[in-house]
């Protein structure tokens, strides 16, 4: 099994005509997701950051991508659960990597931020460990 990184699945989803690069490696990367490959947390919150910040995909599609990328069968996706969660608060309206800090605290009794716009979306959503606002 191979690890993949952001750039791979990128080439793999995402179709650039005019990125003649991206055109090339292409082929490579469909090869690559053909086999059994892992892809870690930090790829995926790396992959969600490219989507919405360099190929400017809605909130919608990048939901769509990931969850097809976690329902191939023979890729891992490390700490898949609280990636799923961190998919569905992104579909209620909470930021990608905010959901999944969250999603991996876990083991925490809060999760602790200055973000009040984060604390009241996490609680609107009910989300574990429950998010703290400091003043």
Avoid: C
């Amino acid at each position: 099994m191979k690890a993949l990184d952001t750039n791979v699945l990128a080439r793999f989803f995402v179709d650039d005509p005019d990125d003649a690069q991206a055109k090339k490696q292409r082929p490579a990367a469909v090869a690559a997701l053909s086999d059994r490959t892992f892809v870690s947390v930090t790829v995926i919150l790396e992959f969600e950051w490219v989507m919405r910040g360099f190929y400017e995909l809605s909130r919608k599609d990048i939901g769509k991508v990931l969850r097809a990328l976690m329902s191939i069968e023979h890729v891992t996706v490390e700490d898949r659960d609280a990636v799923l969660i961190a998919l569905d608060a992104l579909d209620k309206g909470l930021d990608f990597a905010d959901a999944l800090h969250i999603a991996r605290s876990g083991r925490a009794t809060a999760f602790v931020t200055f973000d009040q716009r984060l604390a009241k979306r996490a609680a609107s959503l009910a989300l574990t460990p429950t998010v703290e606002l400091l003043n």
